[in-house]
């Protein structure tokens, strides 16, 4: 099944992967190893807003907007990432809420990079996590009601969308070869939401 973590396999996550380990001065393998654990955690946080019908609304309203259309993955392929820090600073403040630190600082342990440099990367991670779920949502034509299965999906759940998410990974890329197994590789396929639920608890 498609997941977040299946984008890091196409051509275009490859070149985010690429561009951002410019970005923070960091090894191509490094920066992957972050997005590994951030792209959950980003997920995770954003699942769990949508659980209330002030935050889904929050969050179908954001995700309307053009500039979550989608293009931001087109523009991975030749644009300058540092302009994404600013977005993406706003958006991981309202997911992550008080809790950013610390999963910056838990991050930043289990890969060894310093967390100046994790903070920048799950900034400019943000705003692309917005483009494919905004995507996805015009493609499957989602409303408010719907968000919980999209993001779900996007997580790597069995839903409907999982088809449609696969192809919304492959419409920017010429290479269709989208690999599955990150997931077990980076968590040895132990249950993910249980190791990461206690960061947005409380």
């Known amino acids: 099944m498609a997941s977040i973590l299946d984008f890091l396999d196409t051509d275009t996550g490859k070149q985010f992967v690429q561009r951002s380990s410019k970005e923070v ?3 191509p393998d490094k920066v992957r190893s972050v997005l ?24 179908n309203s954001e995700l309307d907007k053009e500039k979550h259309n989608g293009s931001i993955l087109d523009s991975l392929k030749n644009g300058d990432l540092s302009g994404m820090l600013s977005e993406g600073s706003g958006i991981i403040g309202h997911i992550f809420g008080g809790k950013q630190d610390k999963i910056v ?47 779900g999906s996007v997580m790597g759940t069995n ?10 990974f492959m419409d920017a890329d010429d290479d269709s070869n989208i690999a599955g197994q990150l997931t077990g590789k980076l968590f040895g396929g132990k249950s993910d939401s249980k190791g990461l639920g206690g960061f947005f608890k409380g």
Request: charged letters at 25%; glycine letters at 10%; a positive charge.
């Open 105 to 151: 600082d838990a991050v930043s342990s289990a890969t060894q990079m310093d967390s100046s440099k994790v903070t920048k990367i799950i900034k400019m991670a943000a705003p692309v996590i917005m483009g494919i779920l905004g995507k996805q949502k015009r493609k499957d034509d989602v409303g408010k009601g719907g968000l919980s299965s999209l993001v």
């Open 36 to 59: 590994g654990m951030a792209l959950p955690m980003l997920m995770g946080a954003i699942k769990k807003n949508t659980t209330s019908s002030e935050g889904a609304e929050k969050l």
């Open 25 to 27: 001065d960091e090894s």
């Open 159 to 168: 839903s409907s969308h999982d088809q449609s998410l696969l192809e919304t």
